[in-house]
Nanobody
Framework: VQLQASGGGLVQPGGSLRLSCAAS????????MGWFRQAPGKEREFVAA????????YYADSVKGRFATSRDNAENTVYLRMNVLKPEDTAVYYC?????????????????????WGQGTLVTVSS
């Protein structure tokens, strides 16, 4: 399985971006997908997750109401729409495939729940 994230870039505070993550393979629709980010000098942290079965979504408190994740199983792609971006959202954003099709917030917010990772795409929020 290969994951290819794209869509990062430089955006002003208050702006928007949409990240995409294209997955290889035929089993994409069976697995939950997640987004994580890592800012310079900080640990990787959970951003959002989307189950495979009922499209249940989970978000970190820091992005709730501003970010939205969705998936297109026909295109093997998961998206992260980011609105009202803040300088503290600056980070490398990673998509990942979970080990299972779903789970609770506590399960899907853990790095250990994911077995395949994309290479990351840099988002810089600055004026």
């Amino acid at each position: 399985v290969q994951l290819q994230a794209s869509g990062g870039g430089l955006v002003q505070p208050g702006g928007s971006l949409r990240l995409s993550c294209a997955a290889s393979g035929r089993t994409f629709s069976r697995y939950a997908m997640g987004w994580f980010r890592q800012a310079p000098g900080k640990e990787r942290e959970f951003v959002a997750a989307l189950s495979a079965f009922d499209t249940t979504t989970y978000y970190a408190d820091s992005v709730k109401g501003r970010f939205a994740t969705s998936r297109d199983n026909a295109e093997n792609t998961v998206y992260l729409r980011m609105n009202v971006l803040k300088p503290e959202d600056t980070a490398v954003y990673y998509c990942a495939r979970a080990c299972h099709g779903g789970g609770s917030w506590s399960e899907l917010s853990r790095i250990m729940s994911y077995d395949y990772w994309g290479q990351g795409t840099l988002v810089t929020v600055s004026s």
